[in-house]
């Protein structure tokens, strides 16, 4: 898919037409998302709405430093809640360029809004390939039914 999303991107600039969006956003079984630029260079990373809601109310965020070099499924941080602490998993290789800072001091942002402001890192994408085992939404959807 990312091959055809780089096509649209180029014929974007040939003909000169508006931009459009190509922002996409995949799940891992562990319940991470990430979310590419539209020139699918950088992913944001965070946690689902589904983990947000069962570790409850989050007290503590541990963030990743920016220029830290990952593998697919390395933990790059934990997030703590009242009920148990879960490691953060980057499901793609690369180098976290951002953390959130906001989560320092307002970790239970994570619980507002968990696929949104409650981003964890941003993240430089070694190997588009990562990508490929991931869910979309609707994948995503029907695993957490289970």
Do not use: C
């Not at 070694?126 to 979309?136: N, Q, T």
């Amino acid at each position: 898919m990312l091959p055809l999303l780089r096509e649209v991107a180029r014929l974007q600039l040939l003909f000169r037409t508006l931009p459009i969006p190509l922002a996409v956003k995949k799940y891992t079984e562990d319940h991470e998302w990430i979310e590419l630029s539209d020139d699918g260079s950088t992913g944001t990373i965070g946690i689902s709405k589904y983990a947000a809601k069962s570790l409850g109310d989050v007290v503590y965020v541990e963030l990743p430093t920016a220029e830290l070099e990952v593998s697919a499924g390395d933990a790059i941080g934990a997030v703590e809640s009242v009920k148990s602490a879960s490691d953060i998993l980057t499901p793609v290789s690369g180098t976290v360029v951002e953390a959130n800072a906001v989560l320092e001091d307002k970790p239970g942002t994570i619980n507002k809004g968990p696929e949104a402001e409650g981003w964890i890192a941003k993240i430089t994408i070694a190997d588009p390939k990562d990508l490929e085992g991931l869910m979309d939404g609707e994948a995503y959807a029907a695993f957490t039914e289970d």
